[in-house]
């Protein structure tokens, strides 16, 4: 019974037109970045560059005019030795890449909320003349804040850990529904650091 639902569910994956892949492959995991925390008087402070590779059809769909959404997160973690660990903070940076054919200029915006509700935040924007330049400011994070001071405890260990994906989500309902099983979509680079207790002052 269980080889004819397995084969059923097969064909029925064929059918669809999606590739299975094995699980190992579900997820193209960027390069694991080195992460930089800075405490500072106002918070703590965070520094990366993860390598990300889009896939060739994200790439074609960019300079066809279509725009690719990423999703940066950060969580600060306070280590309890008795319990699990407690989630102090957590941040999120929203960024759209797009292209304008006529001026053959790439535009990247930022954002503290979801680009479909950017009203309510602020929105950075950003020009490169070339798609490199546009992908490493993608990829690039300096100190950005990702806590307030007063959730930090001085004499506690804390863990960092950050992830940026692409978010599959925001793109046109036929590229979500063509890049479903497909190698380089599930996009992550994540990374983990932890944050020593402070020395005491002398």
Known sequence: MTR?????????????????????????????????????????????????????LAESALYKGIPMYFVAEAQVMRDRWYWSDRQVAETTRYLRLSYQPLTRRWRLNMSSTPFTNSGLG????????DYTDAMSAVQRFSRWKIAESDVIEADAVHTVHFSLRLDVSQLPRPFQIGTVGRAGWSLLAASSQRLAAAEPAK
């Not at 925390?37 to 703590?44: N, Q, V």
């Not at 602020?122 to 003349?129: A, E, I, Y």
């Open 122 to 129: 602020v929105v950075l924007g950003q020009t490169f003349d």
């Open 4 to 56: 004819w639902l397995l084969l059923w569910s097969f064909v029925l994956v064929l059918w669809a037109g999606v590739t299975p892949l094995p699980e190992a492959q579900a997820a193209d995991a960027g390069e694991a970045a080195e992460l930089r925390l800075e405490r500072a008087e106002d918070g703590l402070y965070l520094s990366t560059n993860p390598q990300i590779t889009l896939p060739d």
